[in-house]
């Protein structure tokens, strides 16, 4: 009796001492997800003053802080929007292309290298709000596929079948749907001019919020987005035509 469990206090020693070697393992099983979803946020809801029909054409330049320590992740939007704004709410439809690097510290084996990605993601977006003088207050929601490709994406597999990295998130990004909603409020200054506020919480950026200020036909845009321990910030500029 004795003899058996001396024998098993040896094995589960040896097994415990297998899992610490595998959970601290520097090597292995790190999270990674496919950054050009996952760090930038939604494509802005651009509502007009006066309603109509307007079309707008512009850029994003987007940092993270990516997910593991020491990364980033550095990306570039150009996007167009079509956007129906009626008394009671609006509807849009995006179209946006996408490209950028992902710097990888984290996996030793890559440490230092910078891989490029490219993709493309078309939206569609919503909002409902009442009028309140000459403010809207109401809630907003956005809908689309994601699709990305390159260097990046193709390391991720790679890796992941090696068994470095596991895909962070995987459910949602990597060729999927996403989407989210939250607070809309805007301050029409007048009839070409206005100040807008958004906060919600979806898929890609978790938690985000964004500011836009519109001045005749130019919009700019500060954005921002939570997740874990990672986070982004955005500057974007539109032109309405």
Known sequence: MKLKRAQFVKKFRLIFMLFLIIAFSGCVHK??????????????????????????????INFESAFNKDEENVLAKLSFQRNHTYKFGSFSYHANIFGGYHSIEAVEEMAGENLSYYGFAPQLSSSLFFPVKKSRLGLYGYTGFFWEFGEYDDWMDEAEEAGLIWKELEEFNGKKIFGGGGLLYENIIHEKSMLSFKLGIGLPGMFHGMINYQKGNNIFNVGTNTLFNSSSFSLSYMRAW
Do not use: C, E, R, V
């Not at 050009?36 to 079309?55: D, E, F, R, V």
């Open 31 to 60: 999270p990674y997800y496919h950054p050009g979803y996952m760090g930038s946020q939604p494509a802005a809801i651009l509502n007009s003053p006066t309603g109509g029909s307007t079309n707008y054409l512009g850029g994003t």
